[in-house]
């Protein structure tokens, strides 16, 4: 059994096999395609027939790892105040020389800004609680001692 890795940040994570004019494909996703795109960690099957040739199978391990300066950026948190999932911070992997983390909500006002890389947001803009919804962030970094500029961005979904 072969065994792949994919940076926990690729873009772009494929899995392709080679099959001849007239052959069938099956992943264990139930793709038909010679290529197949991998979501998450976990072993995949390949079947390929064809008309006049014997059946070729394979599995394939797919394995994800964080690669240099990871940033683990969640999608959506609980502000609510039960004690999981209160707060909105990414997990990082490095140290930085430059931090900023910028939230604003759908008409692009700032409802929270750090520079300090252990800030979280609690889901409040001035001591008030604001609405579910979904929320914009951008989070610009200089990773040390490298001095590699990185820049994030993307969606948060608030939900009480």
Same mark, same amino acid.
């Given at each position: ?42 072993? %995949?099957?390949?079947? @390929? #027939?064809?008309?006049?040739?014997? !059946? /070729?199978?394979? *599995?394939?391990?797919?394995?994800? &790892? ?32 430059? %931090?900023?983390?910028? @939230? #604003?909500?759908?008409?692009?006002? !700032? /409802?929270?800004? *750090?520079?300090?890389?252990?800030? &979280? ?40």
């Amino acid at each position: 059994r072969e065994e792949i890795s994919f940076c926990l940040n690729d873009g772009s994570r494929v899995l392709s096999v080679t099959a001849g004019q007239d052959s069938k494909v099956e992943w264990s996703t139930g793709a038909q395609t010679p290529s197949i795109n991998v979501a998450k960690a976990g072993v %995949y099957f390949v079947r @390929i #027939t064809h008309p006049f040739w014997p !059946e /070729v199978r394979d *599995t394939v391990r797919v394995v994800l &790892k964080a690669c240099e300066c990871e940033m683990m950026i969640p999608n959506s948190f609980t502000p609510n105040e039960d004690g999981r999932n209160d707060y909105f911070f990414p997990v990082l992997a490095c140290e930085y020389s430059y %931090y900023n983390l910028t @939230i #604003t909500d759908r008409w692009g006002n !700032e /409802v929270f800004v *750090t520079s300090n890389p252990s800030g &979280k947001w609690d889901g409040r803009y001035k001591g008030n609680l604001c609405p579910e919804d979904i929320y914009v962030f951008r989070i610009e970094a200089t990773e040390k001692p490298t001095d590699k500029k990185r820049v994030r961005k993307g969606h948060i979904s608030l939900f009480r």
